[in-house]
């Protein structure tokens, strides 16, 4: 019984920056694994970056390593993603998502691993 809610999307030029956050409620002590996924319309849904239960160890897409950083503070139920020098294809959906499994290399950014997730937000991101 977790619930999710993200916050902090919106409209930002190309090279600047976003700051999304996810609020965790409900069992936030069953969530392990959390992540950070997006989609556009007609892509499938992709992972961008994952964070395991303790915040040490951490996961990219090569395609926002080293402009995007995750975090997490489990005492406040709260997951961030931290988006520097944002390009027009960063524009997407912006999901959280949490499992009560742990992070692995293999599964960290596959979506069907995941067993709750938010409502999105959405990021836009022009030229």
């Known amino acids: 019984q977790v619930q999710l809610a993200e916050s902090g999307g919106g409209s930002v030029q190309a090279g600047g920056s976003l700051r999304l956050s996810c609020a965790a409620s409900?069992?936030?002590?069953?969530?392990?694994?959390m992540g950070w996924f997006r989609q556009v319309p007609g892509k499938e849904r992709e992972g961008v970056a994952a964070?395991?239960?303790?915040?040490?160890?951490?996961y990219y897409a090569d395609s926002v390593k080293g402009r995007f950083t995750i975090s997490r503070n489990n005492a406040v139920g709260t997951l961030w993603l931290q988006m520097n020098s944002l390009e027009p294809q960063d524009t997407a959906m912006y999901s959280c998502?949490?499992?009560?499994?742990?992070?692995?290399?293999?599964?960290?950014?596959?979506?069907?691993?995941?067993?709750?997730w938010g409502q999105g937000t959405q990021v836009t991101v022009s030229s």
């Open positions: 998502a949490a499992r009560k499994t742990g992070c692995a290399q293999f599964d960290a950014l596959v979506a069907g691993r995941y067993d709750s």
């Open positions: 964070i395991s239960s303790t915040g040490r160890t951490t």
């Open positions: 409900g069992s936030v002590y069953s969530m392990n694994c």
